[in-house]
């Protein structure tokens, strides 16, 4: 079960049987829309608040996952879920709604895979039949509670990202038909001193590379294992920092197609998002909706997702304290024979 | 009229400008220290007295606009009530005094404050 350090290989590799992703109109828009379940026109999604807005948002891809996976919610034993504001309210008041039993759980932004990893742990133990992992972000709270408030209309650099709108589940089952998880790395906080929440790219970086190599090192495999390996939403700054930090350790990356999901969910030169998206849907959707629909295609067999999180507080950055940070990886194989 | 004052107002108010770019941009500082920084620079700029009239005076006559509509002249604004005050009433005026020429824009800020808030619900 235990490989190397960090890393669990599941015997029992738990199947990912069915997703759900929302998102709202920025996402809509960018290359991927067309692989969203539900694109919202709306960003308050006519709720009166946009934390109500970014629950909605949970709810709906919570639910719809469960649809997919022609299930009802009471056999769905344990909901893990987590994201972005304080006291991850939009998973809590969700997991009400959804009367699930529900693990709360906080990686910031990598938050997606730290979920999916719990879930997949639980599922694979025999702790459960059925399990689900989900999380989700908006781009108006995180604005609110991490910066200004929108309507001050506070300028941002060019290293500052965009808070993906949405939200994405998954279900675990010890049987049935899709991907499977086969393992999970989990990281270690990782702070190189960076005090500028708005280049978090760059702060996270050397967080989703220490990452990554434990996870080769864990399971004695080189990066040309995967088809791809994505981080979570290190954007422009932090992806290329990411880049030189691979060549600096000697880790072969270039092997395989190394990507960013904050990169693949906007076009960088026509939407308004600086140098990429971010937030805890940004991995979830760009994975569970994008990647797993390309792999359940065939176009991909094994994949690394690699969610980064910057493990910051308002209160932290105001005080003048770095930026401790974070990234977990969960590997993903499609049709290939054990 | 003198086309000139309309490009040294134009040039000097940009000029401030750009130093409250830089300090966002190149030293990190918020919006809001920004502001109170280039507020304490006109506060400043007016103590400094050349001949009978303050610094910052002289650069509203040469910039006109330039000068005034930046945030840095309510600095300037403040030194200038309270001087006057104290001229009038001594030591008190200095308390009394700091809102005496501004009290235009604060009470404006306010009262179009309440109208905003009461007419729209910022969801932030």
Same mark, same amino acid.
């Given at each position: ?86 006291? #991850? #309210? ?60 929108? @309507? ?21 089952? &010890? ?16 702070? *190189? ?6 280049? *978090?790219?760059?702060? *996270? ?7 990554? !190599?434990?996870?080769? &090192? ?77 792999? &359940?295609?065939?176009?991909?067999? &094994? ?36 | ?19 409250? !770019? ?77 809102? @005496? ?24």
């Amino acid at each position: 079960m235990l490989a190397g350090h960090q890393t669990w290989k599941f015997v029992n590799p738990p199947v990912i049987v069915s997703t759900a992703t929302v998102v709202g109109p920025e996402e809509g828009k960018g290359p991927l829309g067309d692989h969203f379940d539900i694109v919202h026109e709306d960003m308050t999604l006519g709720q009166d608040s946009w934390e109500k807005a970014e629950r909605k948002l949970m709810e709906e891809a919570a639910t719809l996952a469960i649809e997919n996976a022609k299930l009802t919610k009471e056999r769905v034993k344990f909901f893990v879920g987590g994201d972005l504001l304080n006291q #991850i #309210i939009s998973n809590s008041f969700a997991a009400r709604t959804l009367s699930i039993p529900y693990i709360g759980v906080f990686g910031a932004c990598s938050t997606s895979m730290e979920s999916l990893a719990l879930a997949s742990l639980i599922v694979s133990s025999g702790a459960a039949d059925y399990a689900m992992a989900g999380t989700c972000s908006h781009n108006c709270t995180a604005e609110k509670q991490f910066r200004y408030p929108t @309507e001050y209309g506070s300028q941002k650099p060019p290293t500052a990202q965009y808070t993906v709108t949405g939200a994405g589940a998954a279900v675990l089952a &010890r049987e049935g038909d899709g991907p499977v998880v086969t393992a999970a790395t989990i990281g270690r906080v990782v702070d *190189m001193g960076i005090t500028d929440p708005f280049n *978090m790219g760059a702060a *996270m970086a050397p967080a989703a590379v220490d990452t990554i !190599q434990a996870h080769l &090192r864990d399971l004695g495999i080189e990066p040309d294992h995967y088809d791809l390996i994505v981080t979570g939403d290190l954007a422009s700054v932090g992806y290329k920092i990411a880049v030189e930090l691979f060549a600096k350790h000697g880790v072969p990356i270039r092997k395989t197609r190394y990507y960013d999901c904050g990169l693949m969910i906007y076009d960088l030169d026509k939407q308004p998002v600086q140098a990429g998206g971010s937030g805890c849907a940004c991995s979830a959707v760009v994975a569970y909706g994008h990647l797993l629909k390309r792999m &359940r295609a065939g176009e991909l067999k &094994r994949i690394l997702v690699v969610a980064t999180g910057a493990l910051l507080s308002p209160l932290s950055y105001q005080q003048g304290e770095s930026i401790p940070c974070i990234a977990h990886a969960v590997a993903i194989e499609s049709g290939v024979d054990a | 009229m003198d086309w000139m004052q309309f490009l040294w107002a134009f040039l000097v108010g940009g000029a401030i400008c750009v130093i409250g !770019q830089l300090m966002i941009d190149v030293l990190k500082l918020t919006p809001a220290h920004t502001m109170t920084a280039l507020v304490v620079v006109g506060a400043i700029v007016d103590g400094i007295m050349i001949g009978k009239k303050s610094l910052y005076d002289r650069l509203i006559e040469f910039a006109g606009a330039g000068a005034t509509v930046p945030i840095t002249s309510f600095g300037n604004a403040l030194v200038h009530g309270a001087l006057q005050e104290y001229k009038l009433h001594g030591w008190i005026g200095l308390i009394t005094g700091i809102f @005496e020429v501004t009290s235009a824009g604060i009470s404006a800020t306010i009262i179009f404050s309440f109208i905003a808030a009461v007419l729209f619900r910022p969801k932030g």
